[in-house]
């Protein structure tokens, strides 16, 4: 279990220095009376039973035997698995088709897991990438027991949305959608039930994702809906903010929900203890939320909660020309947060690319960047291929901190010493599905007038380099004004002293 560093934001009625000062005698002495009363499984339990992240953070620091008796609580309090069956889910068949199709549990139910508190009349938000809404539901449906309940039905239906959503042909379409930005998060949301028993249903809303999951819940209305459950590990995003302080800071750009339902999640997490918060210094911002850094979902700035997979199905390759996935893709996104005061906006690409099966949220644009120049140089090569293997398929995710770091090596599929200028000129010409919307590559096409810095930017095939590298630069100026906005802003003194 990775956590960071939550001492000093330890609730309020509980003094740092007293912890600290309590931690250190206790460790000093690893064999006193106290140590070895803590250890003891009944009154650790019964301590750690309604004790908050902080506090089993700073019981684990006392001594070793303590430690290892934390953990050995965290192991049962934090079980997945039993969680999951809480929620009338099968977890091991669960948590394996969450691994083949990267779908995450998000909202108030991954915030019940850290907090291990049951919300009651809660529904599970379930955010799917895009092409496997039709295998998340028949799972539900087939394995799960769950029924398909769309909003105002009066029995189960059968569920045909999405059949199509995972051929080569709706994936070019979804690419092909806006053209900048980043507008829609969530196309469509599915409702399925469960009874468990006579006084208990279950709710399962499907969030069938525009780009990705991880998209979908950055642009969550505040900081304490980022919290997410994978097949591996559990993640909070702000752990400080929501565990550390209980404190819910309001994203007012995000655009998954609208003003009113935005407002009325505020009001329904204020409802679960996190409190909103009308103003924050730049220090305060920086500390709690660690502002005007680059983040990345398992960062140390994480809780992430790892989760063992040895009875899980055995992974398989996207395709077999695919380079291996040996790790949970959640990890490779990444975003940044800023602002102060009461105004804070999430700042990342898109990267929505035809050699990768999923979009990703970038906060460096020279890594968005490599990822386009790797497509130009590599998309000749895949039509070429599949000019001679119609159902040829590669996809890169597998080596996406490759490409990122531009160390990949291109691959070419056929002996054949043919020129690739052939099917170089078939890509910019728009004789491929994802060429066709741009025209000559030396007018400006993005203006600075043009880029709204609130909307995460799309970079996707349709853009030209030129267009491409004028986006990216507009995404790092703007980066780079509000990082210097934040320090002209009000200092924790100058707050006080209004």
Not at 37 to 51: F, K, Q, R, V, W
Not at 342 to 358: D, K, T
Not at 388 to 398: A, P
Request: glycine content about 6%.
């Amino acid at each position: 279990m990775l956590m960071p560093d939550l001492l000093a934001c330890a609730p309020a009625c509980i003094s740092t220095a007293n912890l600290r000062q309590s931690a250190g005698a206790l460790s000093a002495n690893e064999n006193n009376r106290i140590s070895k009363g803590l250890a003891c499984p009944s009154i650790l339990d019964s301590i750690s039973t309604g004790a908050t992240p902080t506090t089993l953070i700073n019981l684990g620091r006392t001594c070793s035997a303590v430690r290892t008796a934390v953990e050995s609580f965290n192991s049962v309090a934090f079980n997945i698995d039993t969680f999951l069956s809480t929620l009338g889910l099968d977890p091991i068949p669960f948590r394996s088709m969450q691994q083949r199709t990267g779908s995450l549990i998000g909202g108030s139910t991954a915030l019940s897991f850290f907090t291990r508190t049951q919300y009651l009349n809660d529904n599970i938000n379930l955010f799917v990438q895009p092409g496997h809404a039709y295998e998340v539901a028949r799972h539900l449906i087939d394995v799960q027991g769950f029924s398909y309940r769309p909003p105002g039905s009066r029995g189960a239906r059968d569920f045909v949305d999405g059949i199509a959503d995972a051929t080569p042909r709706s994936l070019k379409r979804r690419q092909r959608q806006d053209s900048v930005h980043t507008i829609h998060a969530i196309d469509r949301v599915h409702r399925f039930e469960k009874r468990i028993d006579r006084a208990r249903v279950i709710e399962l809303l499907v969030m069938q994702t525009s780009r990705s999951a991880v998209h979908a819940i950055l642009n969550g209305h505040s900081t304490a809906t980022m919290n997410i459950l994978s097949y591996d590990c559990a993640v909070s995003l702000y752990p400080l903010s929501t565990f550390g302080v209980s404190e819910n800071q309001e994203l007012k750009w995000n655009m998954l929900d609208s003003p009113v339902d935005a407002y009325l999640g505020i009001i329904k997490y204020s409802d679960f203890g996190f409190s909103p918060r009308a103003y924050i210094s730049k220090e305060y911002a920086r500390e709690i939320l660690h502002t005007d850094i680059e983040r990345r979902i398992g960062d140390e700035f994480c809780w992430t909660i790892k989760f063992k997979t040895d009875n899980l199905d055995e992974r398989v390759l996207l395709t077999p020309a695919s380079p291996p996935v040996r790790a949970n893709l959640l990890l490779n996104n990444s975003w940044h947060l800023v602002g102060s005061g009461s105004l804070f906006q999430m700042r990342y690409c898109i990267v929505s690319l035809p050699i990768f099966r999923y979009s990703y949220a970038v906060a460096d644009d020279r890594k968005a960047t490599a990822m386009r120049q790797f497509f130009d140089e590599q998309w000749p090569r895949e039509l070429e291929a599949r000019h001679l293997d119609n159902m040829h398929q590669t996809w890169w995710d597998g080596a996406l901190q490759r490409v990122q770091a531009g160390d990949a090596v291109h691959v070419r599929y056929t002996d054949d010493d043919q020129d690739l200028k052939g099917w170089q000129s078939r890509y910019t010409e728009g004789n491929s599905w994802c060429g066709d919307s741009d025209k000559e590559d030396s007018a400006s096409t993005i203006s600075e007038r043009s880029y709204f810095p609130i909307i995460p930017v799309l970079i996707n095939a349709r853009m030209t380099r030129k267009s491409t590298d004028e986006i990216l630069h507009h995404f790092r100026t703007a980066l780079e004004n509000d990082v210097e906005e934040a320090d002209a802003s009000l200092s924790d003194e100058e707050f006080e002293d209004m």
